[in-house]
């Protein structure tokens, strides 16, 4: 025993509350097989007889590893078992209460992985709760360890035949948007494992966050430099005196649209105006052109489009300094 060891510490950082105890029996084994201890829970190191010049050592070592299991509990499960003889005793009464090896609980397990599908959780939290179900099965059920002395190749088959099942529990899990990628997994050969699986889909999820990011700046990249480009263009065609006023209006319609994306009118139900602009409830104005007619396919075109567009009778309008900063602003924040 070496001196740094106290009766204080536990041995695991997740105190045994009554529930999971094979993963908490796990977790003790490992802590105890790493201070070289087992050998007290499994009666490998026996008991010394009182005369015996180990006895003392051993009956200290043990006190000490029965501390650790008892501080490896709640307090109310603690109190019940603080008068056991030894460590050997304690682990046994720990498991005869505990451990259910009932053909209820394997059925019980195996239903929770059967009805397991991803829903509401990422492919992380999916991926382990799965996991861990799959880990407490194979402890609860000792016929799933293999323990032939000698290997000839039908241990090895067995496993892989374990993990493809595995495998495609996990897949058929998944949410319809993983489609893709599980089809082209289930075309590799030799189907890889539900970890190898597991990181196709991971980096899948990072390039589905990066495109869409992408795709946006470059859009509204391509946008102000368009905008750019005309305002340009139009700034020239201004200075040579009016010319053309069909592209000039182009560029007003521009920055009034924007400015108008937000409005909805809750008369016809229809974006780009209010209910207090709207023709189809104050009725169209009399220099208002129809196409084909008014009561004609294109009054459902008017329809749509319920406020009129600025009419081309009033003459050339462009876009001023201050409407070409506001929107290049409005670009930037895009």
Known sequence: MHPSESVRCAIIPV?????????????????????????????????????SPTFAQWERCDNIVTSWILNSLLKDFADSLQYVN???????ELQDRYDETNGAKLYQLQQEINDLA???LDITGYYSMLRRLWEELNTLDPNTQCTCLYNYGGK?????????????????????????????????????TMAQAFSILVQ?????????????????????????????????????????????????YLFLDINKANLFCNYCKKTGHTEEKCYRQHGFPHNFKFTK???????????????????????TQSLTKDQYDHLVRFLENI
């Open 15 to 51: 105190l045994f509350d009554g529930t999971g105890y094979r993963s908490w029996r796990c977790g003790v084994l490992r802590a105890l097989f790493m201070k070289n201890k087992v050998g007290f829970i499994n009666g490998k190191v026996q008991k010394p007889a009182l005369n």
């Open 86 to 92: 030894n460590t050997k005793e304690l682990w046994e």
């Open 118 to 120: 991803q829903g509401n």
């Open 156 to 192: 090895t088959k067995m496993h892989k035949a374990e993990q493809d099942r595995k495998l495609i529990q996990f897949l058929m899990g998944l949410n319809e948007v993983y489609t893709i990628v599980r089809g082209s997994t289930l075309m590799l050969h030799p189907l890889p």
């Open 204 to 252: 899948e999820d990072k390039q589905r966050v990066v495109k869409p990011s992408t795709r946006m700046n470059l859009d509204a990249i391509s946008v102000k430099e368009n905008f750019r480009k005309n305002y340009s263009q139009n700034k020239r065609t201004n200075n040579r005196g009016p010319s053309n006023h069909s592209q000039q209006d182009n560029r007003t």
């Open 293 to 315: 007619g008014r009561n004609s396919g294109s009054a459902a075109i008017a329809h749509n489009n319920c406020e009129a567009p600025m009419d081309h009778a009033h003459g």
